[in-house]
């Protein structure tokens, strides 16, 4: 593996370590840091997670995850103080600089060596010491192969495991995706032997929903959900006030659009989220159908083939109809 004398060298005495995750982090990012951050901590490192934006109230329960600084609910200076005073920062699971908002131009500019530990294609080459492996089913399943690599498996405990699992278990769809290999059940497996209590944390993500959220997932497939049989294709939109109606939370939208896809015959499906400031959408698909090289051409986005995601500052409407001239454009695909 490359960069791994250099890797080890620079944790081999104590420094100050910031970990960055992207805004909006889901299991996997959050998971992989703060399961970084624990076995950094072990080796006497001083380490702060910092978040550019909040996290799903459904992860609140991974181990350290009270401790991270989240940016956008006033703690910028801080952020940015423990940004520059840093000797590392750990980039995870995020392929441009751009995805930690506000954040960016600090960790850009920082002095300090940033060691980049991601699973998502870019062009873009930042970050002195890198670890990107497209391959690799999740960032938490990337990161348990440096620290085997490095030897320090030792260091595992159920906690760092959990938050591992948790990564892997969702960025794989609860391992139904194409994206699991052999080698994603055997680092499970590793992480089970490091007491790591799968039906616990699946549990605690996928059967702790609060009640509104389950009030608008009716309200969502009656009123809110479009299906285009001719293209294959299904899509959730969500309008700024379904928001306020049902007092939606980070994360509360969170596998609608697995939801679309997980109709009969569909094979492209997105969920269209209105925001104050933007339009978000989240792409997924089976088999062939490039969602992420869609997502770069029409929506300013990225991602994985079959998991991707983008924005769009036109209306809601606009946003819609631009969605459908794609499915429209891309048709002999979607029906081949």
Same mark, same amino acid.
């Given at each position: 593996?490359?960069?791994?004398?250099?890797?080890k060298e620079?944790?081999?005495?104590?420094?100050?370590?910031?970990?960055?995750?992207?805004?909006?982090?889901?299991?996997?990012?959050?998971?992989?840091?703060?399961?970084?951050?624990?076995?950094?901590?072990?080796?006497?490192?001083q380490?702060?997670?910092?978040?550019?934006?909040?996290?799903?109230?459904?992860l609140?329960?991974?181990?350290?995850?009270?401790?991270?600084?989240?940016?956008?609910?006033?703690?910028?200076?801080?952020?940015?103080?423990?940004?520059?005073r840093?000797?590392?920062?750990?980039?995870?699971?995020?392929p441009?600089?751009?995805?930690l908002?506000?954040?960016e131009?600090?960790?850009?500019?920082?002095?300090?060596?940033?060691?980049?530990?991601?699973?998502?294609?870019?062009?873009?080459q930042?970050?002195?010491?890198?670890f990107?492996?497209?391959?690799?089913?999740? @960032?938490?399943? *990337?990161?348990?192969?440096?620290?085997?690599? &490095?030897?320090? /498996? +030792? !260091?595992?405990?159920? %906690? $760092?495991?959990?938050?591992?699992?948790?990564?892997?278990m969702?960025?794989?769809?609860?391992?139904?995706h194409?994206?699991?290999?052999?080698?994603?059940?055997?680092?499970v497996?590793?992480?089970?032997?490091?007491g790591a209590?799968?039906?616990?944390?699946?549990?605690?993500?996928?059967?702790?929903?609060?009640l509104?959220?389950?009030?608008?997932?009716?309200?969502?497939l009656?009123h809110?959900?479009?299906?285009?049989?001719d293209?294959?294709?299904?899509?959730?939109?969500?309008?700024?006030?379904?928001y306020? @109606?049902?007092? *939606?939370?980070?994360?509360?939208?969170e596998? &609608?659009?697995? /939801? +679309? !896809?997980?109709?009969? %015959? $569909?094979?492209?499906?997105?969920?269209?989220?209105?925001k104050?400031?933007?339009?978000?959408?989240?792409?997924?698909?089976?088999g062939?159908?490039?969602?992420?090289?869609?997502?770069?051409?029409?929506?300013?986005?990225?991602?994985?083939?079959?998991?991707a995601?983008?924005?769009?500052?036109?209306?809601?409407?606009?946003?819609?109809?631009?969605?459908e001239?794609?499915v429209?454009?891309?048709?002999a695909?979607l029906?081949?």
């Amino acid at each position: 593996m490359d960069n791994l004398l250099p890797l080890k060298e620079l944790i081999s005495s104590p420094k100050r370590i910031v970990i960055t995750v992207h805004q909006r982090p889901d299991a996997d990012a959050l998971g992989t840091g703060l399961g970084l951050a624990a076995l950094l901590k072990k080796r006497q490192h001083q380490v702060h997670v910092l978040a550019p934006t909040a996290y799903p109230a459904f992860l609140d329960w991974l181990p350290g995850a009270s401790e991270v600084v989240i940016c956008s609910q006033g703690n910028q200076e801080r952020s940015f103080e423990l940004i520059r005073r840093a000797d590392v920062i750990f980039c995870i699971d995020f392929p441009t600089l751009n995805r930690l908002h506000e954040m960016e131009p600090v960790v850009r500019n920082s002095a300090a060596v940033k060691v980049i530990i991601d699973h998502h294609p870019t062009t873009d080459q930042f970050g002195d010491l890198v670890f990107r492996e497209t391959k690799a089913a999740a @960032t938490a399943e *990337l990161l348990y192969e440096i620290i085997e690599a &490095l030897g320090e /498996q +030792a !260091l595992v405990d159920r %906690g $760092i495991a959990e938050c591992l699992y948790a990564g892997i278990m969702t960025d794989t769809g609860s391992f139904k995706h194409a994206n699991t290999t052999p080698k994603t059940h055997c680092v499970v497996a590793s992480l089970m032997r490091h007491g790591a209590d799968v039906a616990k944390v699946s549990r605690l993500i996928y059967e702790n929903n609060n009640l509104n959220k389950l009030k608008f997932l009716g309200f969502a497939l009656n009123h809110r959900f479009v299906v285009l049989p001719d293209y294959k294709t299904a899509y959730f939109f969500i309008k700024v006030e379904d928001y306020q @109606t049902y007092n *939606l939370q980070t994360g509360d939208t969170e596998g &609608l659009v697995d /939801q +679309a !896809l997980g109709v009969k %015959g $569909i094979v492209f499906a997105a969920a269209i989220k209105e925001k104050k400031d933007a339009v978000r959408l989240s792409l997924r698909s089976s088999g062939e159908v490039p969602v992420n090289l869609w997502a770069k051409e029409y929506f300013e986005g990225g991602g994985h083939q079959n998991a991707a995601g983008g924005v769009s500052y036109l209306s809601l409407e606009e946003t819609i109809r631009k969605f459908e001239d794609l499915v429209e454009a891309k048709r002999a695909l979607l029906t081949s």
